[in-house]
Every structure is written in C-alpha cells, then in structure tokens.
C-alpha cells in the first residue's frame, strides 16, 4: 500500500492534536463541510495529512479573526483556483500536443504587436521580430 497526503491515516483524536484543536471543534468542521473526513466502515473519521493541514489554515485564519463563513468561502476559493491551474495546465498540455502533431502549419512572430501567425512563406513587417520556423 502506497502512503502519501490523501492516504487517511489519522483518527480524530490524533488530527485534533496535530491540528491544535479539540476533537469537538473537528466534527463541528465535519458537520459543516469545512473538513470532511474519510470514514471507516465502522463510521469513524479517518483524517489524512491534507486535511490536518487545511485544520490548522482554518485554525490560523480563525486566529486571525475570520468567521467560519469566511473561512468556508476562502477554502472554496483556494479549491476552485486550484482546479481552474489545473484545468489551464491540461489545456496547455493539449495546445502544446496539438502544435507538435502538426509541425509546418504554423509559423509565429512576435514583435511590437505581441505574437501574430505567419502564413507559410510570409515575412514579417519589422524587420527586429522574432520568428519561430517549424521544420517541415
């Protein structure tokens, strides 16, 4: 069995430690959807080392005086924008696998005007751009 950060390890108790916390505080949490433990098929939470570490951001941000309503809407934030990174970094990926698949279709300069495409056998207008020729 591979153990990494999403693996749940951790009964409550042992989260709540780790996290500074009362185990209380940690199923008030659980209820309200802020950290959602994995459960046993006895029912018990299982904590994993990402959710220790999102309790003590909420445990900072609570510190620093943010609502829990702040701090669900922070957390749904942070989650949102890691997906939307990762969302752009698939898009790059396929961009990237498209233009390779393809080589001699496409032939960009960039200048003074950002990057413009170039038809194959056309120059550019400014004779200090960069061209980007593709081997055919």
Excluded: C
């Amino acid at each position: 069995m591979e153990i990494d950060e999403t693996t749940p390890l951790f009964v409550i108790s042992v989260a709540a430690e780790l996290s500074g916390m009362h185990p209380q505080t940690l199923r008030q949490y659980d209820r309200m959807g802020l950290v959602s433990p994995t459960r046993t098929q006895g029912k018990s939470r299982r904590y994993t080392v990402q959710d220790v570490a999102k309790l003590r951001e909420i445990q900072r941000l609570s510190t620093e005086g943010v609502s829990l309503e702040g701090i669900r809407r922070v957390l749904e934030l942070v989650n949102e924008n890691t997906e939307l990174k990762q969302r752009v970094r698939d898009l790059e990926r396929e961009l990237a696998n498209q233009v390779m698949s393809q080589p001699g279709n496409r032939v960009f300069a960039a200048g003074d005007q950002g990057v413009i495409r170039l038809n194959p056998g056309q120059r550019p207008e400014r004779s200090g751009s960069v061209v980007l020729w593709r081997k055919r």
